[in-house]
């Protein structure tokens, strides 16, 4: 994942708690706001009584709807979490697989040139080709613990 990808994602996440603390605000004013109704419900006589109930029902029912609001958010932000998290790992088992590979591409390098000074130094083919066959079967050797670290 390329590091602007990961910043937008950390950024959506800042901007989705931020979110999810001015939505728990706005809770917080609506609760005191239905305490102040009921406390004034309580303190007027039934005719008023009627439409302060009804704005409380009101403001009892938006609170309502932002809890399941701020919820969801909660959800939201856990599954960045989530996702954020197995990037992260996903990165790392790259990094890993990355630095196997290069070690393997200097070992190849280190084979190819000792083939070639080999070469170099033989005078006789038949000493060439049984240079040529212990590389290869070193080479094998290495194929095969490669093949087990990515296992």
């Given at each position: 994942?390329?590091?602007d990808r990961w910043?937008?994602?950390?950024?959506?996440?800042?901007?989705?708690?931020?979110?999810?603390?001015?939505?728990?605000?706005?809770?917080?004013?609506?609760?005191?706001?239905?305490?102040?109704?009921?406390?004034?419900?309580?303190?007027?006589?039934?005719?008023?009584?009627?439409?302060?109930?009804?704005?409380?029902?009101?403001?009892?029912?938006?609170?309502?709807?932002?809890?399941?609001?701020?919820?969801?958010?909660?959800?939201?932000?856990?599954?960045?979490?989530?996702?954020?998290?197995?990037?992260?790992?996903?990165?790392?088992?790259?990094?890993?697989?990355?630095?196997?590979?290069?070690?393997?591409?200097?070992?190849?390098?280190?084979?190819?040139?000792?083939?070639?000074?080999?070469?170099?130094?033989?005078?006789?083919?038949?000493?060439?080709?049984?240079?040529?066959?212990?590389?290869?079967?070193?080479?094998?050797?290495?194929?095969?613990?490669?093949?087990?670290?990515?296992?």
């Open positions: 994942m390329s590091s910043i937008s994602v950390k950024q959506k996440i800042q901007s989705l708690l931020d979110r999810l603390q001015r939505l728990e605000a706005e809770n917080d004013e609506l609760h005191q706001k239905i305490n102040q109704y009921e406390y004034a419900l309580e303190s007027q006589n039934e005719s008023q009584e009627s439409t302060n109930q009804e704005e409380v029902d009101l403001l009892k029912s938006n609170l309502t709807r932002k809890d399941v609001f701020i919820e969801n958010l909660e959800d939201e932000v856990q599954q960045f979490r989530q996702k954020t998290s197995d990037l992260e790992e996903k990165i790392a088992l790259q990094d890993n697989t990355l630095q196997i590979q290069k070690n393997t591409i200097l070992d190849l390098s280190e084979q190819n040139k000792m083939i070639k000074l080999a070469k170099g130094m033989s005078a006789d083919k038949a000493e060439t080709h049984e240079l040529k066959i212990k590389i290869n079967q070193l080479i094998r050797d290495i194929d095969r613990c490669i093949d087990l670290l990515n296992d």
